[in-house]
T-cell receptor
Framework: AQSVTQPDIHITVSEGASLELRCNYSYGATPYLFWYVQSPGQGLQLLLKYFSGDTLVQGIKGFEAEFKRSQSSFNLRKPSVHWSDAAEYFCAVGPNTDKLIFGTGTRLQVFP | GAGVSQSPSNKVTEKGKDVELRCDPISGHTALYWYRQSLGQGLEFLIYFQGNSAPDKSGLPSDRFSAERTGGSVSTLTIQRTQQEDSAVYLC?????????????FGSGTQLSVL
């Protein structure tokens, strides 16, 4: 069965520091992987997605993620975090956009 | 409107009452999804509508939950005889055609509290 694990419930970083949010998945075939962000008072917004090809994908707001099949991971990274990045981040896996399986989310807090 | 609109934004109800949650997708989007976000949980898929096809109801947690989509646009999620465990944020999303890799556009959700 498909599943997504985000092992970090809450992460705190200083503004300007680098960031890595972990995501591990379980899926029988080649997965389609997504990262969504939910800012306070706003709906979820797609950051980036991976289907095939280059395993390092670039997204909006300076985020990137790397697909590592050997580790069943799709970690989200950003070299320098901004205070506006404080939000909840969800990793998701699926064969398609219907019935996406989401992780439990990682709440990011950014200190000035 | 420009985005997915959900109403009400907040709903407080008593245990045992029925509630209706509404979703207005982006105009022209044929695919519509309902998800539930409970405290400390991920987003749980509930139901998926695509055009005139029969909806995928495989995520509905019980027969107290139902949803319909009228005219291929507005959708209503109904929860009958609400229970306290139904308390959650109910999110609606739409996409242009529900095809592979399409971006989902989410509404801001309805926060349901069952007392």
């Amino acid at each position: 069965a498909q599943s997504v694990t985000q092992p970090d419930i809450h992460i705190t970083v200083s503004e300007g520091a680098s960031l890595e949010l972990r995501c591990n998945y379980s899926y029988g075939a080649t997965p389609y992987l997504f990262w969504y962000v939910q800012s306070p008072g706003q709906g979820l917004q797609l950051l980036l997605k991976y289907f095939s090809g280059d395993t390092l994908v670039q997204g909006i707001k300076g985020f990137e993620a790397e697909f590592k099949r050997s580790q069943s991971s799709f970690n989200l990274r950003k070299p320098s975090v901004h205070w506006s990045d404080a939000a909840e981040y969800f990793c998701a896996v699926g064969p398609n956009t219907d019935k996406l399986i989401f992780g439990t989310g990682t709440r990011l807090q950014v200190f000035p | 409107g420009a985005g997915v609109s959900q109403s009400p934004s907040n709903k407080v109800t008593e245990k045992g009452k029925d509630v209706e949650l509404r979703c207005d997708p982006i105009s022209g989007h044929t695919a519509l999804y309902w998800y539930r976000q409970s405290l400390g949980q991920g987003l749980e898929f509930l139901i998926y509508f695509q055009g005139n096809s029969a909806p995928d109801k495989s995520g509905l947690p019980s027969d107290r939950f139902s949803a319909e989509r009228t005219g291929g646009s507005v959708s209503t999620l109904t929860i009958q005889r609400t229970q306290q465990e139904d308390s959650a944020v109910y999110l609606c999303a739409s996409s242009l055609a529900g095809s592979l890799g399409e971006k989902l556009f989410f509404g801001s959700g309805t926060q349901l509290s069952v007392l």
